[in-house]
């Protein structure tokens, strides 16, 4: 997850800008906001102060069924929503209207992220899949102080599977200060989770059933100082 931040060189050394100010008829003045032309179009570049993002919450859900939805809780506009689905046999889902798909490879049909950046009105999001009944696990969790353009790392981001206890994922080097990094696991078992060293465990879900089943679980780590993890 990305943070907002613009930087000058300064004698060699990139520094963060804490503000962004122009000159208007001989007054400097503060910019709430800056912008880039993309193809045409004027789009919010960054803000104009160098924010650490921040977790805010999670919402979770999980149950025996076709679908999962995730009720929402209250938030800003322009916070990031992360939408993580696991179900424990092979479904095809379509990506939530307003929402954008950040991969589905994850092992066999069992796993997908979405995300959005929100306008705050946002009460709750669903998928559904094809009978018959499986247990399905799913997640949101907001973020703030997220870039508004571009909120994942571009190309920072892996995906890894595994028939192990122990999975082991990809390292991952942010090329920005102030950035969160965000692991989300899925299981098809009923097995709590241990988070990886370092990172703060935010929810661990097991099913209610006996053995087979959708158990999810996500941790994070922020950084102030961008660092291979």
Not at 81 to 100: C, D, H, Q, Y
């Amino acid at each position: 997850v990305m943070a907002e931040s613009i930087n000058v060189n300064v004698g060699g050394t990139w520094k963060d800008v804490n503000a962004v100010h122009v000159n208007v008829g001989g007054t400097w003045k503060q910019c709430d906001q800056v912008y880039t032309k993309v193809s045409g179009v004027w789009k919010p570049l960054l803000s104009t102060a160098s924010t650490p993002v921040s977790y805010i919450q999670v919402d979770t859900y999980q149950s025996v069924g076709t679908s999962a939805t995730v009720t929402i809780s209250a938030h800003n506009s322009g916070d990031l929503l992360v939408f993580a689905v696991f179900v424990e046999s092979n479904k095809t889902v379509s990506t939530p209207s307003g929402w954008t798909l950040l991969n589905n490879t994850l092992a066999t049909s069992e796993g997908w992220i979405f995300y959005k950046i929100a306008d705050g009105t946002e009460t709750s999001v669903s998928v559904s899949g094809s009978t018959p009944n499986n247990v399905w696990s799913a997640s949101v969790t907001t973020w703030r102080n997220v870039h508004q353009t571009d909120p994942f790392d571009s190309g920072n981001w892996n995906v890894n599977t595994g028939t192990t206890n122990q999975p082991t994922r990809s390292a991952l080097t942010p090329s920005v200060d102030n950035c969160a990094i965000f692991a989300c696991h899925g299981l098809n078992d009923n097995y709590s989770t241990t988070s990886p060293s370092g990172m703060t465990e935010i929810f661990d879900e097991t099913t209610n059933r006996s053995s087979a089943g959708g158990a999810h679980s996500g941790a994070y780590e922020l950084q102030t100082t961008a660092q291979s993890t």
